[in-house]
């Protein structure tokens, strides 16, 4: 790589690691300057899922004042993502590159209206549950690990908007705050990169300067949006995972 290539991945890594700690979907920043410097599609995604892992540790840390208090809901919720993180790489791996084209903008698409229709959503299910004399499950039960699971699925395949189908699926299931589970949701993101990427590293090709220069990217990325991420009010925090969705969404119907 040229000097600027090493900036350009580095100032990607930077992005990406904030972007994912607030939101997700820092990959849609990260994986194109990849392929820009050209490396391979498949070595573009192994290399870029290690070089996050810091990144997904960094911004949990900034946000372990959140976590207080979730222990057996992240150890119940991680299995699941951990479960499918593995799976997911093993099909990358497995199936051409073009298995999940079709499949990944209607899940995204999705996760954004969940995320749009969430207050709506849980003021419903909250009225059901006190007619019925039901309370909510603090770990969001077996529907919500079976979703997370296949949602870990998909980002141990590629991560793209991981974090935003997270975010949406536990929004429906937990009754907390979106701050909480936005905690919540760099941990899972962070045990799914990592299993991705200690599979990965047994069978596949890494670009080691790419996966240096954006782990210390995403490290420092990390610490800036889990600053900027805990100081969003709720509905600017909701807002703001559309707003990126929705970039995400365009830019993966546009390739």
């Not at 070595?43 to 911004?59: C, E, K």
């Not at 969001?140 to 997270?166: D, E, K, W």
């Not at 990965?200 to 490290?219: E, K, Y």
């Amino acid at each position: 790589m040229t000097g600027a290539e090493l900036l350009a991945v580095f100032a990607a890594g930077v992005g990406a690691g904030a972007i994912n700690t607030v939101v997700g979907s820092g990959t849609l920043i990260t994986f194109p300057v990849l392929l820009a410097v050209g490396l391979s599609p498949v070595t573009a995604t192994v290399s870029n899922a290690l070089g996050l892992i810091p990144g997904s540790i960094s911004g949990a840390i900034g946000y372990r004042r959140e976590l207080a208090g979730q222990r057996r809901r992240l150890v119940k919720l991680g299995a699941g993502a951990v479960c499918g993180g593995l799976a997911g790489a093993t099909l990358l791996l497995a199936l051409p590159a073009t298995a999940f084209e079709t499949v990944v903008p209607v899940l995204v698409a999705l996760a954004l209206v969940l995320v749009v229709l969430q207050p709506w959503l849980n003021e419903r299910m909250r009225r059901r549950r006190a007619r019925t004399g039901r309370s909510a499950r603090p770990d969001g039960g077996p529907a919500l690990l079976g979703g997370l699971t296949l949602a870990s699925v998909y980002g141990g395949y590629f991560t793209a908007a991981q974090g935003i189908i997270y975010l949406s699926l536990m929004g429906m299931a937990i009754e907390d705050s979106v701050q909480r589970l936005n905690a919540a949701k760099n941990v899972l993101a962070a045990l799914v990169n990592s299993v991705a990427a200690l599979f990965f590293l047994f069978v596949a090709d890494f670009d080691w300067t790419a996966v240096a220069l954006i782990a210390a990217g995403s490290a420092l990325g990390g610490q800036i949006g889990a600053g900027v991420g805990r100081r969003l009010s709720p509905v600017v925090l909701r807002t703001a995972v559309v707003a990126v969705g929705s970039v995400a969404l365009a830019q993966l119907l546009a390739n």
